[in-house]
């Protein structure tokens, strides 16, 4: 049953049990409406108590029944809460732990709420590119305040029950047991003649509504230029306050449809889904069994190994920091230290936290040390012979079951998994720079990765805050095999006609946090070189403009070395476009007998942007990803992928792979065609008219 109903000395208590989070689903809903109404006819009630089960009074809408008919049937919500609202005898929402998004909006439909302190209270409808769509941004102004609703709504941010207590949302908040709280209130209540108090009845009181809308539109329109949901739900909110409850509901609605169609929120929603699917492995059940992890080691003290070792101690994980060198160790804690230090200096962390942080690092110069953690991750130089030596080491000295892993961006796992006796212990989890703060988190796995040690990470990956996607084995993964071929496109492009802020402006205004050649002198030309240098002997038929090779030999690295493919001034991080630099494409271009021509921006888009679905199609086909959704949450989550346009692979589903195919052909026939070989799925999947998201 999805909704218990049991009664309580002349209170009814109708209590939502739909776990984990006591979503609305249709059967939910229909369970809410018969308890009121069997509490309407029993004549010995008095009052109803509304609450959840388990770890929620609820979350908002049942996510598995989005996109199915179930989602609309009624019962709908706003009927639902019509019931409740229009109940001769009190109905009390005794509210804990959660109540967000249509949970929220239930609880403002009764006419008392009691709380307990600590429960998560949000209107998070906007994270979807939507909003509240029953009545939330009519009733919540009324219970809280027009400034404070306006705030909660738009931002999506969930607020403490506690901080709300005077606010006009809650009747009481119980710090003991919510329970008997609820039900002693509503006897109370239940003493009383009605009719009893509805939010839908107060008044938007504001000492100047239209001003502060306006001062909110204005402050919205400058941070939300790409998603419409934001404004939308300031111009609800206002609907509300010149035309009252009725108007303001129906006008509610209105942007609730509109919105749902809009490619922004389909963006965000699968965004919302992609995430979740991530942490699914196909032939991985929910039910495997975890491996205890208690201790963490991490290989290496420098800006990527203190890095992660950041994200265990955050979550209150003891991490042994392995070091060759007393003054590498030394060097890295401070750098640990330091970074804590900032997170205090912006309020973001407590003074007290720092030490506790400080002090679950164990510093240490021998591997002997490593011998008790459960895991083991190391951040070594990224040359296959020196992750040998570290492998073999750690074969000799970790314990039995203890999972080896390897922070590599493009090795061969396999091969380093060769290197110990227990290959079925070792995996790949490739953090992204700065390892503390970017939330991609890849984890790649070995043809004899147990299953139990991806289960593991999987559900590590959350206590640390990433989102964790799964990785076949190939050079690169996912997520750099993709960026490979953008960045060859954009090299491809200088040598054509474009210059490097040409480039960047383009794919920056399609939404790109970052352009290739920004992001190239950012992270430094010398890394790419490197990995240039390896593919020509690798892959001596691969097709590479050696453009960015020139710019490497003149010692231009980028920002490290205060000129790149744009030139930096000192303590100055802005890219200014470098006469030198265009002069030497210019001569490149001569000496290649590459004629220049004008390159259109829309070109500039496509060749990027196409080059990472052709090849995030290939790595389907493969089978290094499984689903479409990992590639785009790869690309969200690490790479600067605008999420208004859901990733790479949704953005193609929107385009219509049948335009992708057209204009992969188009780009095929022109200079440097070559490097385009069009991935089959892409022509099977437009043929049938399908996209890679079904």
Same mark, same amino acid.
């Given at each position: 049953?999805?909704?218990?109903?049991?009664?309580?000395?002349?209170?009814?208590?109708?209590?939502?049990?739909?776990?984990?989070?006591?979503?609305?689903?249709?059967?939910?809903?229909?369970?809410?409406?018969?308890?009121?109404?069997?509490?309407?006819?029993?004549?010995?009630?008095?009052?109803?108590?509304?609450?959840?089960?388990?770890?929620?009074?609820?979350?908002?809408?049942?996510?598995?029944?989005?996109?199915?008919?179930?989602?609309?049937?009624?019962?709908?919500?706003?009927?639902?809460?019509?019931?409740?609202?229009?109940?001769?005898?009190?109905?009390?929402?005794?509210?804990?732990?959660?109540?967000?998004?249509?949970?929220?909006?239930?609880?403002?439909?009764?006419?008392?709420?009691?709380?307990?302190?600590?429960?998560?209270?949000?209107?998070?409808?906007?994270?979807?590119?939507?909003?509240?769509?029953?009545?939330?941004?009519?009733?919540?102004?009324?219970?809280?305040?027009?400034?404070?609703?306006?705030?909660?709504?738009?931002?999506?941010?969930?607020?403490?029950?506690?901080?709300?207590?005077?606010?006009?949302?809650?009747?009481?908040?119980?710090?003991?047991?919510?329970?008997?709280?609820?039900?002693?209130?509503?006897?109370?209540?239940?003493?009383?003649?009605?009719?009893?108090?509805?939010?839908?009845?107060?008044?938007?009181?504001?000492?100047?509504?239209?001003?502060?809308?306006?001062?909110?539109?204005?402050?919205?329109?400058?941070?939300?230029?790409?998603?419409?949901?934001?404004?939308?739900?300031?111009?609800?909110?206002?609907?509300?306050?010149?035309?009252?409850?009725?108007?303001?509901?129906?006008?509610?609605?209105?942007?609730?449809?509109?919105?749902?169609?809009?490619?922004?929120?389909?963006?965000?929603?699968?965004?919302?889904?992609?995430?979740?699917?991530?942490?699914?492995?196909?032939?991985?059940?929910?039910?495997?069994?975890?491996?205890?992890?208690?201790?963490?080691?991490?290989?290496?003290?420098?800006?990527?190994?203190? %890095?992660? &070792?950041?994200?265990?101690? #955050?979550?209150?994980?003891? !991490?042994?920091?392995?070091?060759? @060198?007393?003054? $590498? *160790? +030394?060097? %890295?804690? &401070?750098?640990?230290?330091? #970074?804590?230090?900032?997170? !205090?200096?912006?309020?973001?962390? @407590?003074?007290? $936290? *720092? +030490?506790?942080?400080? &002090?679950?690092?164990?510093?240490?110069?021998?591997?002997?040390?490593?011998?008790?953690?459960?895991?083991?991750?190391?951040?070594?130089?990224?040359?296959?012979?020196?992750?040998?030596?570290?492998?073999?080491?750690?074969?000799?000295?970790?314990?039995?079951?203890?999972?080896?892993?390897?922070?590599?961006?493009?090795?061969?796992?396999?091969?380093?998994?060769?290197?110990?006796?227990?290959?079925?212990?070792?995996?790949?989890?490739?953090?992204?720079?700065?390892?503390?703060?970017?939330?991609?988190?890849?984890?790649?796995?070995?043809?004899?990765?147990?299953?139990?040690?991806?289960?593991?990470?999987?559900?590590?990956?959350?206590?640390?805050?990433?989102?964790?996607?799964?990785?076949?084995?190939?050079?690169?993964?996912?997520?750099?095999?993709?960026?490979?071929?953008?960045?060859?496109?954009?090299?491809?492009?200088?040598?054509?006609?474009?210059?490097?802020?040409?480039?960047?402006?383009?794919?920056?205004?399609?939404?790109?946090?970052?352009?290739?050649?920004?992001?190239?002198?950012?992270?430094?030309?010398?890394?790419?070189?490197?990995?240039?240098?390896?593919?020509?002997?690798?892959?001596?038929?691969?097709?590479?403009?050696?453009?960015?090779?020139?710019?490497?030999?003149?010692?231009?690295?980028?920002?490290?070395?205060?000129?790149?493919?744009?030139?930096?001034?000192?303590?100055?991080?802005?890219?200014?476009?470098?006469?030198?630099?265009?002069?030497?494409?210019?001569?490149?271009?001569?000496?290649?007998?590459?004629?220049?021509?004008?390159?259109?921006?829309?070109?500039?888009?496509?060749?990027?942007?196409?080059?990472?679905?052709?090849?995030?199609?290939?790595?389907?086909?493969?089978?290094?990803?499984?689903?479409?959704?990992?590639?785009?949450?790869?690309?969200?989550?690490?790479?600067?992928?605008?999420?208004?346009?859901?990733?790479?692979?949704?953005?193609?589903?929107?385009?219509?792979?049948?335009?992708?195919?057209?204009?992969?052909?188009?780009?095929?026939?022109?200079?440097?065609?070559?490097?385009?070989?069009?991935?089959?799925?892409?022509?099977?999947?437009?043929?049938?008219?399908?996209?890679?998201?079904?």
């Amino acid at each position: 049953m999805a909704v218990d109903y049991t009664t309580h000395d002349g209170v009814a208590v109708i209590t939502l049990n739909n776990p984990p989070v006591n979503g609305l689903g249709l059967s939910t809903r229909a369970g809410i409406v018969d308890g009121i109404e069997r509490a309407q006819n029993d004549p010995s009630i008095k009052a109803i108590v509304l609450t959840g089960a388990g770890k929620a009074f609820s979350g908002g809408a049942d996510i598995t029944e989005f996109n199915t008919p179930k989602a609309t049937q009624e019962p709908t919500l706003a009927t639902v809460i019509k019931v409740v609202e229009s109940s001769a005898k009190p109905v009390i929402a005794a509210i804990h732990s959660v109540a967000m998004g249509g949970g929220l909006e239930l609880a403002l439909g009764a006419h008392y709420r009691i709380a307990a302190p600590g429960a998560q209270i949000a209107l998070p409808e906007v994270k979807l590119g939507i909003l509240p769509g029953a009545g939330g941004t009519q009733r919540l102004p009324r219970a809280i305040g027009l400034e404070a609703s306006l705030n909660m709504i738009v931002s999506g941010a969930p607020v403490l029950s506690e901080k709300l207590a005077d606010s006009g949302l809650f009747d009481e908040v119980a710090p003991g047991d919510l329970a008997e709280a609820a039900l002693a209130f509503a006897r109370k209540v239940g003493a009383k003649e009605g009719p009893h108090p509805r939010v839908r009845d107060r008044q938007i009181e504001h000492p100047n509504a239209a001003g502060f809308i306006q001062f909110a539109r204005n402050t919205v329109s400058a941070m939300a230029k790409n998603f419409p949901a934001p404004l939308k739900c300031i111009d609800a909110v206002e609907a509300g306050v010149q035309n009252g409850f009725d108007k303001g509901l129906a006008f509610e609605r209105e942007c609730f449809i509109a919105l749902v169609q809009t490619p922004e929120s389909h963006a965000l929603r699968h965004a919302f889904f992609g995430e979740r699917a991530a942490s699914k492995i196909p032939d991985v059940p929910a039910d495997t069994p975890v491996r205890d992890i208690a201790q963490v080691a991490v290989i290496g003290a420098g800006t990527m190994g203190g %890095g992660i &070792a950041m994200n265990f101690i #955050n979550a209150g994980i003891p !991490v042994t920091l392995l070091e060759t @060198k007393q003054d $590498a *160790l +030394d060097r %890295g804690l &401070a750098t640990i230290r330091k #970074n804590y230090e900032a997170s !205090v200096k912006k309020g973001k962390l @407590k003074p007290e $936290a *720092l +030490d506790q942080r400080m &002090a679950l690092i164990t510093p240490t110069l021998s591997y002997d040390d490593l011998k008790h953690a459960d895991l083991i991750v190391e951040a070594v130089f990224e040359e296959l012979g020196v992750k040998e030596q570290v492998f073999r080491r750690l074969d000799e000295v970790a314990k039995p079951g203890a999972i080896l892993a390897s922070n590599t961006s493009t090795l061969d796992v396999d091969r380093i998994a060769a290197f110990t006796k227990r290959p079925q212990d070792v995996v790949g989890m490739h953090f992204f720079s700065p390892a503390n703060v970017m939330k991609l988190l890849e984890v790649v796995r070995g043809k004899d990765t147990a299953k139990d040690v991806l289960a593991t990470v999987m559900k590590l990956a959350k206590k640390i805050r990433k989102t964790a996607v799964v990785s076949g084995v190939c050079d690169g993964f996912i997520g750099n095999r993709m960026i490979e071929q953008y960045i060859r496109q954009a090299l491809f492009m200088l040598e054509e006609g474009a210059l490097p802020a040409q480039v960047d402006k383009a794919i920056e205004k399609f939404g790109f946090a970052m352009g290739p050649f920004r992001m190239s002198d950012l992270a430094g030309n010398d890394i790419g070189w490197a990995i240039r240098k390896r593919r020509y002997q690798e892959h001596p038929d691969m097709h590479y403009s050696k453009i960015a090779d020139r710019l490497c030999e003149t010692g231009r690295f980028g920002q490290k070395t205060g000129g790149g493919w744009y030139d930096y001034k000192a303590g100055d991080r802005t890219a200014y476009p470098s006469k030198v630099v265009d002069e030497m494409i210019g001569a490149f271009s001569k000496e290649a007998n590459a004629e220049r021509r004008k390159i259109s921006d829309e070109e500039i888009v496509e060749r990027l942007v196409f080059a990472l679905v052709n090849e995030g199609a290939k790595i389907l086909e493969e089978g290094i990803a499984s689903k479409a959704s990992d590639i785009d949450m790869v690309y969200l989550t690490g790479y600067g992928f605008p999420l208004y346009r859901g990733g790479p692979m949704l953005y193609a589903d929107t385009v219509g792979l049948y335009n992708v195919e057209r204009a992969i052909g188009r780009y095929a026939a022109r200079p440097n065609g070559d490097a385009w070989q069009l991935a089959p799925s892409i022509a099977k999947l437009a043929a049938q008219g399908r996209g890679f998201n079904g």
